[in-house]
C-alpha cells in the first residue's frame, strides 16, 4: 500500500487528512482519517447488553480509523484540495478504487489507515527522541553549572587549569566533539567567576596555533590564580608578561 502526500509529508503527519482515491471513471472518491492523539478501548464505552453487537470492535484500540469507511464521490480534486488546505489536513492519493465492491474498498481504505498510522506514530517516536535527548543536555548542562557554583574560588581556578589541559589535549588529537565538550565546560565555569579573569581571551589563546599560545595561556592561568589569592605583587609581575607577549603576539 503506497500513500502519496500531496499536502503534508510522511516524516511528519498531522493525524488527520483527507484520503482521496480515483474510480476507473476518474471521479475523485473521499474519507477523512483521524488518529486520535488518546487511544482507549471501545468496550470501556460500550453498555454491556452491546457487548456482543461490538464484541469484534470491542477488545481493540480504536485510537485511529475512516469515516466514512467506504470513500464517497466529491466534486473534484480541486474541491477536496481546497478543503485540505482551509482545514489544514493532510492530502493524501490512495490509487484507483471501485466502489461497487464494498468490501473491498474498506479493506484498502483499513490498510491506508494503519499505514497512516505508521507513520504518524513514527513521527511521535522521534519528537520523543529528540526532546528527551534535548532534555537531558540541558538537564546534564544544567547540573555541570550548579556543580561548578558549588566550589570555592579556589577550587574553580583549579578545575579551569584541569579543563585547560583537557582542552589542549582535545586539540592535539583533533576531536571536534571533545574540543566543543570541554569549551562548554571551560564557560560554564567561567559564568561563575568574575569577568576580570578574561575566560573568553583565556580560550582563544589555548586554540591558537602560534608559538607562544602555550606560554600565554599558563600566564593566563597564573594571573587567575594570583586574583584569587589576593598576590596583586605577583599578579602585577604577571599581567606585564602577558601585556609583552600579546605586544610579541601582534607584531609578529
Not at 107 to 129: G, H, M, P
Not at 155 to 174: C, Q
Not at 224 to 245: A, C, F, P, W
Amino acid at each position: 500500500m503506497e500513500l502519496s502526500f500531496d499536502l503534508g509529508n510522511s516524516k511528519t503527519p498531522l493525524g488527520h487528512c483527507l484520503l482521496y482515491f480515483k474510480n476507473p471513471d476518474e471521479q475523485i472518491l473521499c474519507t477523512y482519517i483521524v488518529i486520535l492523539p488518546i487511544s482507549f478501548e471501545v468496550s470501556k464505552y460500550v453498555p454491556p447488553f452491546l457487548m456482543n453487537q461490538v464484541d469484534d470492535i470491542g477488545n481493540k484500540d480504536f485510537s485511529a480509523f475512516a469515516f466514512p469507511p467506504v470513500p464517497e464521490l466529491v466534486d473534484g480534486y480541486s474541491y477536496v484540495e481546497m478543503l485540505a488546505k482551509t482545514r489544514n489536513d493532510d492530502l493524501i492519493y490512495g490509487g484507483i478504487l471501485d466502489i461497487k465492491d464494498p468490501s473491498r474498498a474498506m479493506s484498502i481504505v483499513n490498510e491506508s489507515v494503519q499505514k497512516y498510522a505508521e507513520f504518524y506514530s513514527q513521527s511521535i517516536e522521534n519528537n520523543k527522541s529528540e526532546n528527551t535527548t534535548s532534555v537531558d543536555l540541558e538537564a546534564s548542562e544544567d547540573m555541570q553549572g550548579v556543580l561548578y557554583g558549588l566550589l570555592n574560588e579556589s577550587d574553580k581556578i583549579k578545575e579551569l587549569t584541569n579543563l585547560v589541559v583537557k582542552l589542549k589535549f582535545a586539540l592535539d588529537i583533533d576531536d571536534i566533539s571533545l574540543i566543543k565538550e570541554t569549551e562548554d565546560d571551560i564557560i560554564s565555569l567561567a559564568n561563575h567567576l568574575p569577568e576580570v579573569h578574561n575566560i573568553e581571551r583565556l580560550i582563544d589563546v589555548i586554540k591558537s596555533s602560534d608559538l607562544e599560545a602555550n606560554e600565554l595561556a599558563n600566564l593566563y592561568l597564573k594571573r587567575s590564580n594570583h586574583l584569587v589569592n589576593e598576590e596583586y605583587k605577583d599578579l602585577s609581575k604577571v599581567e606585564e608578561m602577558i601585556h609583552q607577549l600579546e605586544i610579541q603576539r601582534d607584531s609578529s
